[in-house]
Protein backbone atom coordinates (compact mmCIF):
# COMPACT_ATOMS: atom_id res chain seq x y z
CA UNK A 1 0.00 0.00 0.00
CA UNK A 2 2.90 2.64 0.90
CA UNK A 3 4.80 1.23 -2.11
CA UNK A 4 1.34 1.97 -4.56
CA UNK A 5 1.22 5.20 -2.74
CA UNK A 6 4.67 6.40 -3.25
CA UNK A 7 4.37 5.15 -7.07
CA UNK A 8 0.97 7.30 -7.36
CA UNK A 9 2.47 10.32 -6.12
CA UNK A 10 5.86 10.13 -8.73
CA UNK A 11 3.85 9.71 -11.43
CA UNK A 12 0.99 12.34 -10.69
CA UNK A 13 2.79 14.89 -9.65
CA UNK A 14 5.50 15.00 -12.31
CA UNK A 15 2.55 14.73 -14.41
CA UNK A 16 1.17 17.94 -12.81
CA UNK A 17 4.20 19.75 -13.66
CA UNK A 18 4.57 18.49 -17.27
CA UNK A 19 1.15 19.61 -17.72
CA UNK A 20 1.25 23.06 -16.75
CA UNK A 21 4.62 23.31 -18.55
CA UNK A 22 3.41 22.18 -21.82
CA UNK A 23 -0.04 24.50 -21.61
CA UNK A 24 2.21 27.84 -20.80
CA UNK A 25 4.54 26.49 -23.56
CA UNK A 26 1.66 26.66 -26.20
CA UNK A 27 -0.76 29.38 -25.15
CA UNK A 28 1.74 31.65 -22.36
CA UNK A 29 -1.96 32.27 -20.42
CA UNK A 30 -1.26 31.18 -16.55
CA UNK A 31 -5.16 30.93 -16.15
CA UNK A 32 -5.12 28.47 -18.81
CA UNK A 33 -2.80 26.19 -17.28
CA UNK A 34 -4.55 26.63 -13.76
CA UNK A 35 -7.69 25.29 -16.09
CA UNK A 36 -5.85 22.44 -17.06
CA UNK A 37 -4.46 22.06 -13.60
CA UNK A 38 -8.01 22.39 -12.38
CA UNK A 39 -9.32 18.96 -14.33
CA UNK A 40 -7.20 17.15 -12.23
CA UNK A 41 -9.03 17.75 -8.89
CA UNK A 42 -12.83 18.56 -10.74
CA UNK A 43 -13.58 14.93 -10.09
CA UNK A 44 -13.26 15.15 -6.54
CA UNK A 45 -16.64 17.39 -6.51
CA UNK A 46 -18.26 13.66 -7.43
CA UNK A 47 -15.90 11.95 -4.39
CA UNK A 48 -18.51 11.36 -2.21
CA UNK A 49 -20.32 9.41 -4.49
CA UNK A 50 -17.18 7.16 -5.51
CA UNK A 51 -16.55 6.85 -1.62
CA UNK A 52 -19.89 5.45 -0.59
CA UNK A 53 -19.83 2.97 -3.62
CA UNK A 54 -15.99 2.10 -1.89
CA UNK A 55 -17.15 1.30 1.71
CA UNK A 56 -20.06 -0.59 0.05
CA UNK A 57 -18.36 -2.51 -2.29
CA UNK A 58 -16.40 -6.19 -1.35
CA UNK A 59 -14.41 -5.81 -4.56
CA UNK A 60 -12.35 -3.16 -3.11
CA UNK A 61 -9.18 -4.38 -4.65
CA UNK A 62 -9.91 -5.11 -7.96
CA UNK A 63 -11.67 -2.02 -8.29
CA UNK A 64 -8.49 -0.10 -7.64
CA UNK A 65 -7.00 -1.86 -9.86
CA UNK A 66 -9.14 -1.56 -12.55
CA UNK A 67 -8.75 2.41 -11.91
CA UNK A 68 -5.12 2.30 -12.46
CA UNK A 69 -5.37 0.10 -15.42
CA UNK A 70 -7.60 3.16 -16.39
CA UNK A 71 -4.65 5.55 -16.53
CA UNK A 72 -3.25 4.48 -19.81
CA UNK A 73 -5.60 7.61 -21.02
CA UNK A 74 -2.08 9.24 -21.19
CA UNK A 75 -1.73 7.48 -24.96
CA UNK A 76 -4.51 10.15 -25.33
CA UNK A 77 -1.93 13.14 -25.03
CA UNK A 78 0.78 11.26 -26.70
CA UNK A 79 -0.97 10.40 -29.76
CA UNK A 80 -2.11 13.99 -30.13
CA UNK A 81 1.55 15.36 -29.56
CA UNK A 82 2.64 13.07 -32.69
CA UNK A 83 0.71 15.50 -34.73
CA UNK A 84 1.19 18.48 -33.05
CA UNK A 85 -1.92 20.69 -33.57
CA UNK A 86 -1.92 22.90 -30.72
CA UNK A 87 -5.88 23.12 -30.14
CA UNK A 88 -5.58 19.28 -30.06
CA UNK A 89 -3.27 18.89 -27.13
CA UNK A 90 -4.35 21.57 -25.23
CA UNK A 91 -8.08 19.35 -25.48
CA UNK A 92 -6.37 15.98 -25.04
CA UNK A 93 -4.46 17.12 -21.92
CA UNK A 94 -8.14 18.59 -20.54
CA UNK A 95 -9.43 14.85 -21.08
CA UNK A 96 -6.69 13.00 -19.89
CA UNK A 97 -6.33 15.38 -16.77
CA UNK A 98 -9.89 14.44 -15.73
CA UNK A 99 -9.78 11.09 -16.05
CA UNK A 100 -6.73 10.65 -13.82
CA UNK A 101 -8.28 12.65 -11.05
CA UNK A 102 -11.33 10.35 -11.29
CA UNK A 103 -9.19 7.43 -11.27
CA UNK A 104 -7.00 8.55 -8.52
CA UNK A 105 -10.07 9.30 -6.13
CA UNK A 106 -11.28 5.84 -6.73
CA UNK A 107 -7.38 4.09 -5.65
CA UNK A 108 -6.92 7.17 -2.76
CA UNK A 109 -10.58 6.08 -1.57
CA UNK A 110 -9.82 2.62 -1.47
CA UNK A 111 -6.26 3.41 0.17
CA UNK A 112 -8.42 5.15 3.01
CA UNK A 113 -10.62 2.24 3.65
CA UNK A 114 -7.72 -0.36 4.14
CA UNK A 115 -5.56 1.90 6.38
CA UNK A 116 -8.34 1.99 8.85
CA UNK A 117 -8.48 -1.88 7.98
CA UNK A 118 -4.62 -2.60 7.97
CA UNK A 119 -3.76 -0.06 11.01
CA UNK A 120 -4.44 -1.07 14.85
CA UNK A 121 -5.35 1.72 16.94
CA UNK A 122 -1.81 2.34 18.80
CA UNK A 123 -0.61 2.90 15.20
CA UNK A 124 -2.28 5.22 13.61
CA UNK A 125 0.10 8.01 14.05
CA UNK A 126 3.43 5.96 12.88
CA UNK A 127 1.33 4.60 10.20
CA UNK A 128 0.03 7.56 8.69
CA UNK A 129 3.07 9.62 9.65
CA UNK A 130 5.15 6.76 7.51
CA UNK A 131 2.51 6.67 4.81
CA UNK A 132 2.39 10.58 4.49
CA UNK A 133 6.08 10.35 4.15
CA UNK A 134 6.94 8.22 1.81
CA UNK A 135 4.07 9.53 -0.41
CA UNK A 136 5.60 13.01 -0.35
CA UNK A 137 8.99 11.58 -1.01
CA UNK A 138 7.95 10.00 -4.09
CA UNK A 139 5.78 13.40 -5.41
CA UNK A 140 8.64 15.31 -4.46
CA UNK A 141 10.60 13.05 -6.68
CA UNK A 142 8.29 13.87 -9.19
CA UNK A 143 8.39 16.70 -9.05
CA UNK A 144 12.21 16.80 -9.48
CA UNK A 145 12.34 14.35 -12.56
CA UNK A 146 9.97 16.40 -13.77
CA UNK A 147 12.38 18.88 -15.03
CA UNK A 148 14.46 16.55 -16.09
CA UNK A 149 12.16 14.62 -18.42
CA UNK A 150 10.62 17.91 -20.40
CA UNK A 151 14.16 18.35 -21.42
CA UNK A 152 13.57 14.80 -22.82
CA UNK A 153 10.72 16.29 -25.31
CA UNK A 154 7.17 16.37 -24.57
CA UNK A 155 6.31 12.92 -26.00
CA UNK A 156 9.26 10.94 -24.31
CA UNK A 157 7.65 12.35 -20.69
CA UNK A 158 4.39 11.42 -20.85
CA UNK A 159 5.82 7.98 -22.23
CA UNK A 160 8.10 8.15 -19.01
CA UNK A 161 5.02 8.74 -16.87
CA UNK A 162 3.11 6.12 -18.18
CA UNK A 163 5.53 4.02 -17.33
CA UNK A 164 5.53 4.58 -14.05
CA UNK A 165 1.64 4.31 -13.53
CA UNK A 166 2.24 0.87 -15.01
CA UNK A 167 4.41 0.43 -12.01
CA UNK A 168 2.18 2.02 -9.39
CA UNK A 169 -0.04 -1.34 -10.13
CA UNK A 170 2.23 -4.23 -9.34
CA UNK A 171 2.25 -3.38 -5.20
CA UNK A 172 -1.72 -3.60 -5.34
CA UNK A 173 -1.93 -6.93 -7.57
CA UNK A 174 0.38 -8.49 -4.33
CA UNK A 175 -2.00 -7.29 -1.62
CA UNK A 176 -3.64 -9.95 -0.08
CA UNK A 177 -6.44 -9.52 2.27
CA UNK A 178 -10.23 -10.66 3.19
CA UNK A 179 -12.89 -8.43 1.41
CA UNK A 180 -15.18 -6.76 3.48
CA UNK A 181 -18.04 -3.91 2.32
CA UNK A 182 -21.99 -4.09 3.13
CA UNK A 183 -25.20 -3.64 1.66
CA UNK A 184 -28.03 -1.62 0.57
CA UNK A 185 -28.03 0.99 -1.77
CA UNK A 186 -25.57 3.99 -3.03
CA UNK A 187 -28.01 6.96 -1.56
CA UNK A 188 -28.69 5.34 1.81
CA UNK A 189 -24.42 4.79 1.93
CA UNK A 190 -24.36 9.22 0.94
CA UNK A 191 -27.17 9.93 3.11
CA UNK A 192 -25.10 8.00 6.38
CA UNK A 193 -22.16 9.32 5.10
CA UNK A 194 -23.68 13.00 5.14
CA UNK A 195 -25.58 12.33 8.05
CA UNK A 196 -22.26 11.51 10.58
CA UNK A 197 -20.11 14.91 9.06
CA UNK A 198 -23.24 16.76 10.20
CA UNK A 199 -23.41 15.34 13.44
CA UNK A 200 -19.91 15.52 14.26
CA UNK A 201 -19.05 19.16 14.96
CA UNK A 202 -15.04 17.97 14.76
CA UNK A 203 -15.30 16.85 11.46
CA UNK A 204 -17.29 20.08 10.24
CA UNK A 205 -14.96 22.29 11.58
CA UNK A 206 -11.92 19.94 10.25
CA UNK A 207 -14.03 20.11 6.59
CA UNK A 208 -13.68 24.24 7.03
CA UNK A 209 -9.85 24.21 7.88
CA UNK A 210 -9.28 22.04 4.70
CA UNK A 211 -11.87 24.04 2.75
CA UNK A 212 -9.83 27.27 3.51
CA UNK A 213 -6.27 26.14 3.72
CA UNK A 214 -6.84 24.04 0.19
CA UNK A 215 -8.01 27.02 -1.31
CA UNK A 216 -4.90 29.44 -0.55
CA UNK A 217 -2.65 26.23 -1.35
CA UNK A 218 -4.44 25.36 -4.66
CA UNK A 219 -2.94 28.96 -5.62
CA UNK A 220 0.27 28.33 -4.56
CA UNK A 221 0.92 25.51 -7.14
CA UNK A 222 0.27 27.59 -10.41
CA UNK A 223 1.82 31.11 -8.98
CA UNK A 224 4.90 29.44 -8.66
CA UNK A 225 5.10 28.10 -12.11
CA UNK A 226 3.90 31.00 -13.50
CA UNK A 227 6.33 32.97 -11.41
CA UNK A 228 9.07 30.99 -12.59
CA UNK A 229 8.54 30.49 -15.73
CA UNK A 230 6.06 33.59 -17.14
CA UNK A 231 7.92 36.00 -14.49
CA UNK A 232 11.62 35.20 -14.52
CA UNK A 233 11.80 33.25 -17.44
CA UNK A 234 13.67 30.11 -16.21
CA UNK A 235 13.69 26.98 -17.50
CA UNK A 236 11.77 23.98 -16.51
CA UNK A 237 14.22 22.66 -13.65
CA UNK A 238 14.04 25.26 -11.60
CA UNK A 239 10.09 24.85 -11.02
CA UNK A 240 11.55 20.72 -10.31
CA UNK A 241 14.20 22.05 -7.59
CA UNK A 242 11.44 24.58 -5.68
CA UNK A 243 8.60 21.73 -5.96
CA UNK A 244 11.11 19.33 -4.79
CA UNK A 245 12.43 20.83 -2.01
CA UNK A 246 9.07 22.43 -1.08
CA UNK A 247 7.72 18.31 -0.81
CA UNK A 248 10.70 17.45 0.76
CA UNK A 249 9.81 19.64 3.35
CA UNK A 250 6.55 17.90 3.49
CA UNK A 251 8.12 14.68 3.87
CA UNK A 252 10.40 15.81 6.87
CA UNK A 253 7.25 17.10 8.92
CA UNK A 254 5.29 14.37 7.92
CA UNK A 255 8.23 12.16 9.20
CA UNK A 256 8.84 14.39 12.40
CA UNK A 257 5.12 14.87 13.03
CA UNK A 258 4.38 11.68 14.44
CA UNK A 259 6.55 12.85 17.76
CA UNK A 260 4.99 15.99 17.76
CA UNK A 261 2.32 15.93 20.90
CA UNK A 262 -0.03 18.38 22.16
CA UNK A 263 -3.23 20.13 21.55
CA UNK A 264 -4.29 19.97 17.95
CA UNK A 265 -4.87 23.52 18.34
CA UNK A 266 -2.33 25.06 19.45
CA UNK A 267 -0.37 23.27 16.83
CA UNK A 268 -2.50 24.18 14.34
CA UNK A 269 -2.27 28.17 15.36
CA UNK A 270 1.81 27.56 14.94
CA UNK A 271 1.51 25.77 11.33
CA UNK A 272 -0.55 28.62 9.94
CA UNK A 273 0.88 31.33 11.16
CA UNK A 274 4.64 30.00 9.81
CA UNK A 275 3.11 29.38 6.71
CA UNK A 276 1.39 32.94 6.04
CA UNK A 277 4.90 34.49 7.13
CA UNK A 278 7.03 32.09 4.91
CA UNK A 279 4.24 33.08 1.53
CA UNK A 280 4.87 36.88 2.92
CA UNK A 281 8.66 36.21 2.52
CA UNK A 282 8.84 34.96 -0.57
CA UNK A 283 6.63 38.36 -1.90
CA UNK A 284 9.50 40.32 -0.20
CA UNK A 285 13.11 38.54 -1.54
CA UNK A 286 11.41 38.56 -5.11
CA UNK A 287 14.61 35.82 -5.91
CA UNK A 288 14.13 32.52 -6.84
CA UNK A 289 17.56 31.44 -4.96
CA UNK A 290 16.52 33.16 -1.69
CA UNK A 291 12.71 31.78 -2.00
CA UNK A 292 13.72 28.47 -1.38
CA UNK A 293 14.00 28.80 2.30
CA UNK A 294 10.58 29.97 3.17
CA UNK A 295 9.16 27.05 0.58
CA UNK A 296 11.26 24.37 2.57
CA UNK A 297 10.01 25.55 5.76
CA UNK A 298 6.54 26.25 4.30
CA UNK A 299 6.37 22.55 2.93
CA UNK A 300 7.51 21.16 6.89
CA UNK A 301 4.95 23.35 8.65
CA UNK A 302 2.25 21.29 5.97
CA UNK A 303 3.98 18.16 6.59
CA UNK A 304 2.96 18.17 10.77
CA UNK A 305 -0.23 19.77 10.17
CA UNK A 306 -1.01 17.13 7.73
CA UNK A 307 0.19 14.03 9.94
CA UNK A 308 -1.99 15.66 12.52
CA UNK A 309 -5.42 16.01 11.02
CA UNK A 310 -5.06 12.85 9.38
CA UNK A 311 -4.38 10.91 12.56
CA UNK A 312 -7.11 12.86 14.48
CA UNK A 313 -10.13 12.15 11.33
CA UNK A 314 -9.12 8.31 11.60
CA UNK A 315 -9.55 7.86 15.13
CA UNK A 316 -12.95 9.27 15.12
CA UNK A 317 -14.07 7.39 11.86
CA UNK A 318 -15.39 4.44 11.73
CA UNK A 319 -13.91 1.30 9.45
CA UNK A 320 -17.42 1.53 7.13
CA UNK A 321 -17.51 5.07 6.95
CA UNK A 322 -13.65 5.51 6.34
CA UNK A 323 -13.79 6.23 2.24
CA UNK A 324 -17.10 8.56 2.58
CA UNK A 325 -16.14 10.38 5.16
CA UNK A 326 -12.58 11.15 2.88
CA UNK A 327 -15.00 11.62 0.25
CA UNK A 328 -16.90 14.28 1.79
CA UNK A 329 -13.32 15.96 2.64
CA UNK A 330 -12.55 15.99 -0.54
CA UNK A 331 -16.01 17.03 -2.45
CA UNK A 332 -15.93 19.72 0.59
CA UNK A 333 -12.50 20.94 0.40
CA UNK A 334 -9.61 19.42 -1.85
CA UNK A 335 -11.99 19.99 -5.06
CA UNK A 336 -12.39 23.84 -4.22
CA UNK A 337 -8.60 23.67 -5.99
CA UNK A 338 -10.09 23.04 -9.18
CA UNK A 339 -11.21 26.71 -9.06
CA UNK A 340 -8.47 27.99 -6.97
CA UNK A 341 -5.77 27.27 -9.59
CA UNK A 342 -7.58 29.24 -12.29
CA UNK A 343 -7.92 31.77 -9.38
CA UNK A 344 -4.62 31.84 -8.89
CA UNK A 345 -3.86 32.23 -12.73
CA UNK A 346 -6.00 34.90 -12.80
CA UNK A 347 -4.37 36.76 -9.62
CA UNK A 348 -0.84 36.40 -11.20
CA UNK A 349 -1.97 38.32 -14.11
CA UNK A 350 -3.14 41.35 -12.36
CA UNK A 351 -0.16 41.25 -9.30
CA UNK A 352 2.46 39.44 -10.23
CA UNK A 353 4.99 38.75 -7.85
CA UNK A 354 2.68 40.63 -5.19
CA UNK A 355 -0.19 37.86 -5.64
CA UNK A 356 2.42 36.24 -2.39
CA UNK A 357 1.78 38.37 -0.38
CA UNK A 358 -1.86 39.00 -0.95
CA UNK A 359 -1.82 34.99 -0.66
CA UNK A 360 -0.46 35.69 3.16
CA UNK A 361 -3.15 37.50 4.39
CA UNK A 362 -6.05 34.87 4.35
CA UNK A 363 -3.34 32.30 5.69
CA UNK A 364 -3.10 34.77 8.64
CA UNK A 365 -6.81 34.97 9.36
CA UNK A 366 -7.25 31.19 9.26
CA UNK A 367 -4.47 31.25 12.10
CA UNK A 368 -6.70 33.53 13.97
CA UNK A 369 -9.85 31.86 12.93
CA UNK A 370 -8.69 28.58 14.28
CA UNK A 371 -9.28 29.74 18.26
CA UNK A 372 -12.80 29.99 17.14
CA UNK A 373 -13.13 26.58 16.26
CA UNK A 374 -13.74 25.27 20.12
CA UNK A 375 -14.19 21.25 18.94
CA UNK A 376 -10.88 21.50 16.78
CA UNK A 377 -8.69 22.83 19.22
CA UNK A 378 -10.34 20.91 22.04
CA UNK A 379 -8.55 17.69 20.20
CA UNK A 380 -5.60 16.50 21.76
CA UNK A 381 -3.08 15.01 19.20
Request: glycine share 8%; hydrophobic share 55%.
Amino acid sequence: MILNSSFSRLGLSAYNLVIIWVILDITRSPVLAGLSDSMMTLPLMLSIIVGSFVDRTMIKKELAMAAMIIRISLILIISSLYYNVDAYIVLSIFISTFMLGFTSDIVDSVRASWTKAFLGEAQYKSGLSLMSFSSMFGEGLGFVISGIIIALGDIKSFIIINIIFIASLIPVIIIKHTGYGGTGSINEYIKNGIKFVVNDKRIKEIILIGLIVNFILGMFGILFISMIQVGFGLPAIYVSIVFGLFIFGVSIGSFTGQKIKGNIGVISVIIFAVIASALFIISILNNIIFDVFPVLIAGISIGIENVAINTSLIRIIPINMMSRIQGNFNTFTIAVTALSSVIGGLLYDYSGFRSFMILSIPMFIMAILIKFLKNFSGMEY
